[in-house]
């Protein structure tokens, strides 16, 4: 059974950190790109960052760029997002997805992943 399985959302006060984690289960997560994408209460859901599958290359939105890093872990069958300096705008459900044939122009667009996790809240407030 193809799974994806996000965790390690939670509260936290402006400035602080949070590192969230989508483990793969039924795939090798290494053969896919792995996308971290979020939604805001009444808001589309938009990509944060995704790693390539190709060959490993990371990227940002503009509004994460300098304090989100992702990182894939092969042994683990694990996609980190290491969220740092968040701010009260980064508070939504969190989700991760999985591809093989998104591109780099279709990857932050949440209608090409096929495989997503269930979601874990992160919000920021004081």
């Known amino acids: 059974q193809v799974q994806l399985v996000e965790s390690g959302g939670g509260l936290v006060q402006p400035g602080g950190s949070l590192r969230l984690s989508c483990a793969a289960s039924?795939?090798?997560?290494?053969?896919?790109?792995i996308g971290w994408f979020r939604q805001a209460p009444g808001k589309e859901r938009e990509g944060v960052s995704c790693?390539?599958?190709?060959?490993?290359?990371?990227y940002y939105a503009d509004s994460v760029k300098g304090r989100f890093t992702i990182s894939r872990d092969g042994a683990k069958n694990t996609v980190y997002l290491q969220m740092n300096s968040l701010k009260p705008e980064d508070t939504a459900v969190y989700y991760c997805?999985?591809?093989?044939?998104?591109?780099?122009?279709?990857?932050?667009?949440?209608?090409?992943?096929?495989?997503w996790g269930q979601g874990t809240l992160v919000t920021v407030s004081s």
């Open positions: 039924g795939f090798t997560l290494d053969r896919y790109t």
């Open positions: 997805g999985a591809d093989s044939s998104v591109t780099i122009r279709t990857m932050f667009q949440y209608r090409y992943f096929e495989v």
């Open positions: 790693i390539s599958s190709r060959d490993g290359s990371t």
